[in-house]
């Protein structure tokens, strides 16, 4: 596990995830333009329940979902 932290809604927080999901949050971020806590900020807006880390690692899995299934 892997922890950073970030400032989201005006709020320092800390976030815990493996190794993996914090390289792919870096790759969707670099094909989006935008950085990692823009990303972030954005699961984090969108999210239904309240485990953040979760959330992100549906958003991740949700991505590459969608780009396994429209790929040649």
Do not use: C
Not at 23 to 43: F, K, N, Q, S
Not at 53 to 69: D, H
């Amino acid at each position: 596990m892997e922890k950073r932290s970030l400032t989201i809604a005006g709020h320092r927080t800390s976030v815990a995830l493996e190794h993996e999901f914090w390289v792919a949050l870096d790759v969707i971020a670099a094909v989006r333009g935008i950085g990692t806590t823009a990303l972030i900020r954005e699961i984090d807006a969108q999210r239904s329940g309240d485990n953040l880390s979760s959330a992100i690692r549906v958003a991740v899995l949700a991505w590459y979902r969608e780009r396994a299934a429209t790929a040649p």
